[in-house]
């Protein structure tokens, strides 16, 4: 038993949420060091973000929603209810056990809340940056049915004076050979 991975992962959301506890979210600390004092490598964290990716860049919900049913089949235990041995109040989980490893916590943490994020837009919860300079997946917050392209405002900024730019050249160009 890791009482101490357990209360951490109750309290930590996908996507580095702020919880309940109003307490920051996402810290280093948390991540560098397991339940057991375990050092955590990069490698399962990055192996389960890529199984979420064709989330974000499925087209549309349908899409969406069948990755996802594929992802929770194959790497997700069954929906269960725990408190971490009365360390929280009662709440959903769907890796396989309190004690399963970070990076599976991880993946089936981020599933649950992507199932439920489609559940109550009725939309693909997620997206993939439109910038060809960029990898990032995002997750838009707030309401507004236009689909988001960008991964932020400093992505979009610059996607829009590059396209800016091209404009101009492309413009000059036409100008050059009708004159
Ligand atoms: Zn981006």
Same mark, same amino acid.
């Given at each position: 038993m890791h009482p101490r991975g357990g209360e951490e992962r109750a309290r930590q959301g996908a996507f580095g949420e702020r919880s309940r506890h109003g307490r920051p979210q996402g810290e280093r600390g948390d991540l560098d060091t397991g339940s057991g004092g375990e050092h955590l490598g990069a490698q399962p964290f990055r192996e389960a973000a890529g199984a979420l990716r064709p989330v974000f860049a499925a087209d549309g919900v349908d899409a969406a929603a069948l990755t996802l049913n594929a992802l929770l089949a194959e790497r997700t235990g069954p929906l269960r209810l725990t408190t971490h041995g009365g360390a929280s109040p009662w709440h959903p989980h769907v +890796?396989? +056990?309190? +004690?399963?490893p970070w990076a599976e916590w991880f993946l089936a943490s981020s599933c649950l809340s992507l199932a439920v994020l489609l559940w109550d837009r009725g939309r693909a919860p997620g997206g993939v940056c439109a910038s060809a300079t960029c990898e990032d997946v995002f997750v838009p917050l707030g309401g507004g049915r236009e689909r988001r392209r960008y991964c932020s405002r400093r992505c979009a900024t610059r996607e829009r004076v590059a396209a800016h730019r091209r404009a101009g050249a492309a413009g000059s160009a036409q100008m050059s050979i009708t004159r």
């Open positions: +890796d396989r +056990d309190d +004690d399963a």
